[in-house]
Every structure is written in structure tokens, then in C-alpha cells.
């Protein structure tokens, strides 16, 4: 039972990360213009990069 548990907490705590991601980047996205659309989504893309130790 133990085994599970440990497997799955990876699971939940990354779930609750890309929840928090997709509504941090809804919230920065809602009523703004193309050009600082595109600045925020190219900043969630390095933030991505830099936490998955890609430059």
C-alpha cells in the first residue's frame, strides 16, 4: 500500500501544478492585446524550460 501512495504523490502534487499553471496563464490572458499575449506565453514557455532544466 505504501509503494502506491508514494507513486502517486508525484502524480497529485504535478496535477496541481498544471492546474495552477493553466489558471495563472487564463488570468494574465484574459483582456489583454496580441502583442502582450504573445510576451506572456513565450515567459510561461521559459518558465517551463527552466523547470524541466531546459535553456
Known sequence: MEIIVLA???VAV???VAVAAVTIAAV?????????RAG???AAA???RAVRGRK
Open 40 to 42: 506572456i506565453l513565450h
Open 8 to 10: 502517486m504523490v508525484p
Open 28 to 36: 494574465a490572458l484574459k483582456g489583454t492585446s496580441a502583442p502582450h
Open 14 to 16: 504535478m496535477t496541481v
Open 46 to 48: 521559459e518558465l517551463v
